[in-house]
């Protein structure tokens, strides 16, 4: 059974940087994508960054410039460096491959 765990969420200050983990255990197949999401409460999860079997990534708007995902060379685990970070960055981060989900991860932004 494939399971993802998260990790190096916490707090940091407007313009500060984060970086954070999804480690997989168990196995799946290498050709699905790798992504994270986000979601503050009252409103839907919404899609962050995604990373493809073949290393092409695809951000959201919001983020675009600002975040950066990679993976390492197992593919196995992925990251997500938030950089030049603001308070509407303040989610729950939650990694994804399939129909697989993470637990979350909480970040907040804030003075």
């Known amino acids: 059974q494939v399971q993802l765990v998260e990790s190096g969420g916490g707090s940091v200050q407007p313009g500060g940087s984060l970086k954070l983990s999804c480690v997989q255990s168990?196995?799946?197949?290498?050709?699905?994508?790798m992504g994270w999401y986000r979601q503050v409460p009252g409103k839907q999860r919404e899609f962050v960054a995604r990373?493809?079997?073949?290393?092409?990534?695809t951000y959201a708007a919001s983020v675009r410039g600002r975040f950066t995902i990679s993976t390492n060379t197992a593919r196995n685990t992925w990251y997500l460096q938030m950089n030049d970070v603001n308070p509407e960055d303040t989610a729950v981060y939650f990694c994804?491959?399939?129909?697989?989900w993470g637990q979350g991860t909480q970040v907040t932004v804030s003075s």
């Open positions: 994804q491959r399939f129909n697989v």
């Open positions: 990373i493809k079997p073949d290393d092409t990534t």
């Open positions: 168990g196995i799946m197949s290498a050709n699905y994508a």
